[in-house]
């Protein structure tokens, strides 16, 4: 046989038994790797660093409102409202607390990716789905009393904070205020400068005797008189209150018995002892949603208190998240005292523009109410009323 047919012979079984090596090698490899899939974690799709501080508080129990302005119980129960079971990602409790402290600190996202370690286009979709989550479960948060116990509850709560029974008809408090944002580019931007110069997306809240909130409204730009944004909100045409009841507000609205019975003090300055009595009664009552929307500003003092840094069709969804939260802090027993104004609003002419539905004046009303408060005696401040 030639040299050249044995030399390519001897090479042949040389390849095959390399070939046969490796598959045995590849083989053992598989075998280990099969061994050790059922005792090793499967790995994450991201990770991330828990000894950073604002986790590593979190996860070692200590107070979690530094950070995230909110007690482990509210946090709890929004994690549980929330069932958001991540299959992907940083899971839901990690984008729940980058929300939050995003929230808390008002910083940019750039800050917040350096203190929880990951990108900043990462910080920027959370923030965003996040409070999408928050905003869609409003429902369950935010409504108005479910069943008639519920109604006397509230209506017996603003008798109450009124210290007299003429307002045992009241069944929640309105007012709105604004919430200051960068000045929007384009055409536009002017309309949402205010009376104080400001840019602005007004807020319109109404809450219960307790300072939960019943409905927010939000969305306008600032130069829109509150009336105006009444007239255009879902409560206007609602069936709440029912008949025969009423909610609270001040001199900047209109006074109101159709088609939203709306109850107003007596304008400045005020004449006669039963007008200035009933204005006394009234504000009594009035000032617990003043109390409620401060204690959601001090919560989130990085929100209210400077302006926010966001595009200004976003900022509706993070106000209505932080009115959210603020419920759900409310029933946790988790309480912010509310601190002082530094400039507090003054009641403004109303605004006449048109809604499309005839308006019914609300005074006869207030001077039967004012009559009743002159005849009827004061009852204590813990007195409850039966209806």
Not at 156 to 163: D, K, T, V
Not at 187 to 209: E, M, T, W
């Given at each position: 046989?030639?040299?050249?047919?044995l030399f390519?012979?001897?090479?042949?079984?040389?390849?095959e038994?390399?070939?046969t090596?490796?598959r045995?090698r590849?083989?053992?490899?598989?075998?280990?790797r099969a061994r050790?899939d059922?005792r090793?974690?499967?790995?994450?799709?991201c990770r991330?660093?828990?000894?950073?501080?604002v986790?590593d508080?979190?996860f070692?129990?200590?107070d979690?409102?530094?950070?995230?302005?909110?007690?482990?119980?509210?946090?709890a129960v929004?994690?549980?409202?929330l069932g958001?079971?991540?299959r992907?990602?940083w899971?839901?409790?990690?984008?729940t607390?980058?929300?939050l402290?995003?929230?808390?600190?008002?910083t940019?996202y750039?800050?917040?990716?350096?203190v929880?370690?990951m990108?900043?286009?990462t910080?920027?979709?959370i923030?965003?789905r996040?409070t999408?989550e928050?905003?869609?479960?409003?429902?369950?948060v935010?409504?108005l009393?479910k069943?008639?116990e519920?109604?006397?509850?509230?209506?017996?709560?603003?008798?109450?904070l009124?210290r007299?029974?003429?307002?045992g008809k009241?069944?929640?408090?309105i007012d709105?205020c604004?919430?200051r944002i960068?000045?929007?580019?384009g055409p536009?931007?002017?309309?949402?400068?205010?009376r104080k110069?400001?840019s602005?997306?007004?807020?319109?809240?109404v809450?219960?005797?307790q300072?939960?909130?019943?409905?927010?409204?939000?969305g306008?730009?600032?130069s829109?008189h509150?009336s105006?944004?009444?007239?255009h909100?879902p409560?206007?045409?609602?069936?709440y209150?029912?008949?025969g009841?009423?909610?609270l507000a001040?001199?900047g609205?209109p006074?109101?018995?159709h088609?939203?019975p709306?109850?107003t003090p007596y304008?400045r300055?005020?004449?006669?002892v039963?007008?200035q009595r009933?204005?006394?009664?009234h504000s009594?009552?009035r000032?617990i949603i003043e109390r409620?929307?401060?204690?959601?500003k001090?919560?989130?003092r990085?929100i209210f208190?400077?302006a926010?840094e966001?595009?200004?069709?976003?900022v509706?969804h993070?106000?209505?998240?932080c009115?959210i939260?603020?419920?759900?802090?409310?029933?946790?027993?988790?309480i912010?005292?509310p601190?002082e104004?530094?400039?507090?609003e003054?009641d403004v002419?109303?605004?006449?523009?048109g809604?499309?539905?005839?308006?019914v004046?609300?005074?006869p009303w207030?001077?039967q109410l004012s009559a009743?408060?002159?005849?009827l005696?004061?009852?204590?401040?813990d007195?409850?009323y039966i209806q």
């Amino acid at each position: 046989m030639e040299p050249e047919i044995l030399f390519f012979i001897f090479y042949l079984l040389l390849e095959e038994l390399g070939n046969t090596h490796r598959r045995s090698r590849r083989g053992i490899y598989l075998r280990l790797r099969a061994r050790d899939d059922h005792r090793l974690p499967r790995p994450m799709y991201c990770r991330i660093n828990l000894t950073v501080p604002v986790l590593d508080r979190y996860f070692n129990g200590q107070d979690t409102k530094t950070d995230f302005r909110l007690g482990r119980e509210a946090l709890a129960v929004l994690l549980d409202l929330l069932g958001q079971e991540r299959r992907h990602g940083w899971g839901a409790t990690i984008e729940t607390l980058v929300f939050l402290f995003w929230l808390a600190s008002g910083t940019s996202y750039r800050v917040v990716s350096r203190v929880f370690g990951m990108p900043r286009s990462t910080v920027h979709r959370i923030v965003h789905r996040v409070t999408e989550e928050v905003v869609a479960i409003r429902h369950k948060v935010i409504h108005l009393p479910k069943t008639p116990e519920d109604l006397v509850a509230v209506t017996n709560g603003f008798a109450g904070l009124a210290r007299h029974r003429a307002f045992g008809k009241a069944a929640g408090a309105i007012d709105g205020c604004h919430v200051r944002i960068k000045p929007p580019s384009g055409p536009d931007g002017h309309c949402y400068r205010n009376r104080k110069l400001f840019s602005s997306i007004i807020l319109q809240a109404v809450c219960d005797h307790q300072g939960r909130f019943l409905d927010t409204y939000v969305g306008w730009p600032g130069s829109v008189h509150d009336s105006r944004v009444l007239r255009h909100s879902p409560l206007y045409r609602s069936l709440y209150p029912p008949p025969g009841h009423f909610i609270l507000a001040d001199g900047g609205y209109p006074c109101l018995q159709h088609p939203l019975p709306l109850i107003t003090p007596y304008k400045r300055p005020v004449r006669g002892v039963g007008a200035q009595r009933f204005n006394w009664h009234h504000s009594r009552a009035r000032s617990i949603i003043e109390r409620a929307l401060g204690m959601m500003k001090t919560r989130f003092r990085a929100i209210f208190l400077q302006a926010l840094e966001v595009h200004h069709t976003f900022v509706p969804h993070v106000i209505t998240a932080c009115a959210i939260l603020h419920n759900i802090c409310l029933g946790a027993d988790d309480i912010m005292a509310p601190e002082e104004e530094d400039e507090p609003e003054d009641d403004v002419e109303e605004d006449e523009g048109g809604d499309g539905l005839e308006a019914v004046s609300g005074a006869p009303w207030r001077d039967q109410l004012s009559a009743e408060v002159s005849a009827l005696e004061e009852a204590p401040p813990d007195h409850q009323y039966i209806q």
